[in-house]
């Protein structure tokens, strides 16, 4: 019978050192995330560190269609709520603006100047601000702990205004982190500084989501054997709990290719995160 138990929790969520020719990212994504905005804002379609808060990572990005808007689509950036920010990641929005969705993508506030439940706020605060400037459906995404911040905003104890949580046609996590106490016992903790309490009040798969959510989490099936517990953790749980849920593990990927789809119109990923 086969046991399992982890001995090492810092290699268990340890990616760079687990995925080969790892040195590559996050410059892989600079030049191109550059060269979209470029472009869009050569076309007027790109709108820079539009404020949504007071503090100075209190930014967001807003790209647009080439046409009226169809709904909105919100990205939230990785980095296990330590490091990267919005600049990285402009490229990713290639694929829902080509089917003709806004797309918002903020920067928070990075730990330790903030705890985890601080980040949950901020974002929720640059969500409301994107939604009142364009109308029509809300989809949701993030990569790693931008995969938690997106699955949190659709909880009962989310930080959204009412009228925007009920604008939420879908949610789709990227190797999200959905249960943050395994996180207690990496060294990242040293600066996260999660509590049981905060654990237990942040973690998507120990809250109970919103009536009418839809969410799909998605996974490479090369990222440590954590990540696709995690995957597949929220959407058991939130299956038991009423909301529509699917779990995908798209194969031949990783913890930093596993987002490239977002940036292609046609991919899988880029269509099931804005399909009905």
Not at 50 to 58: E, F, L, Q, T
Not at 148 to 162: E, I, N, Y
Not at 169 to 194: K, Q, Y
Request: glycine content about 10%.
């Amino acid at each position: 019978m086969p046991r399992h138990r982890i001995a090492d929790w810092d290699n268990a969520y340890a990616n760079g050192a687990n995925i080969a020719g790892s040195d590559r990212w996050p410059a892989a994504w600079t030049e191109p995330a550059q060269a979209f905005r470029d472009a869009l804002s050569a076309e007027g379609r790109a709108h820079i560190d539009i404020a949504y808060g007071d503090r100075p990572r209190n930014r967001f990005d807003l790209f647009l269609p080439d046409a009226a808007p169809k709904g909105l689509v919100v990205f939230i950036h990785g980095g296990y709520w330590l490091e990267s920010n919005k600049s990285g990641w402009s490229h990713l929005a290639r694929g829902a603006v080509g089917n003709g969705f806004a797309v918002a993508m903020p920067s928070y506030t990075l730990c330790p100047d903030i705890r985890i439940a601080g980040i949950v706020r901020e974002i929720g605060a640059a969500i409301d601000k994107a939604a009142a400037m364009v109308g029509g459906p809300l989809m949701l995404t993030g990569h790693s702990a931008g995969g938690h911040l997106a699955s949190r905003m659709v909880t009962t104890s989310t930080p959204l205004a009412t009228d925007v949580a009920k604008r939420i046609r879908h949610v789709v996590s990227i190797s999200g982190l959905h249960d943050l106490r395994p996180l207690m016992f990496t060294g990242h903790n040293a600066a996260l500084a999660i509590d049981e309490a905060e654990a237990l009040a942040e973690s998507p798969a120990l809250l109970r989501p919103m009536d009418g959510v839809r969410i799909t989490c998605w996974v490479g099936g090369g990222e440590r054997s954590e990540f696709l517990r995690q995957n597949a953790l929220l959407a058991n749980i939130w299956t038991g709990l009423g909301a529509t849920t699917s779990a995908v593990v798209e194969p031949d990927r990783h913890h930093y290719d596993i987002v490239d789809g977002l940036a292609d119109p046609a991919h899988a990923l880029t269509r099931t995160l804005i399909s009905e």
